[in-house]
């Protein structure tokens, strides 16, 4: 088993920034493609950003586009999420994944979630 713990959530105002993190154990980091989802009110649960498993190349929503930021510390067994210019529309619970096969459609494991406001 894969552990995924999500941290970094909180209150943000329109405009300002967070900076999630997802500290994995149980397994080894770096055999996953990682990723991140998020899931508001009401709606279904969405892609965010994805990370290869060396950190090499990254894959984005278009909502992420130019605004968030995934990157990965192997040697810390972390994946992050910095998002900037945030807007309402981004207030979700943020979940992190991992997948081994890369299949992030179907990911293996999920972390817990952490929730994300941000306030006009």
């Known amino acids: 088993q894969l552990q995924l713990v999500e941290s970094g959530g909180g209150l943000v105002q329109a405009g300002g920034s967070l900076r999630l993190s997802c500290a994995a154990s149980g397994r080894t980091f770096s055999d996953y493609v990682m990723g991140w989802f998020r899931q508001a009110p009401g709606k279904e649960r969405e892609f965010v950003s994805g990370i290869r498993k060396g950190g090499g190349s990254t894959f984005n929503a278009d909502s992420a586009k130019g605004r968030f930021t995934i990157s990965r510390d192997n040697a810390k067994n972390t994946v992050y999420l910095q998002m900037d210019s945030l807007n309402s529309e981004d207030t979700a619970v943020y979940y992190c994944?991992?997948?081994?096969?890369?299949?992030?459609?179907?990911?293996?494991?999920w972390g817990q979630g952490t929730q994300v406001t941000v306030s006009s």
């Open positions: 994944a991992a997948s081994r096969t890369g299949l992030l459609s179907k990911p293996d494991y």
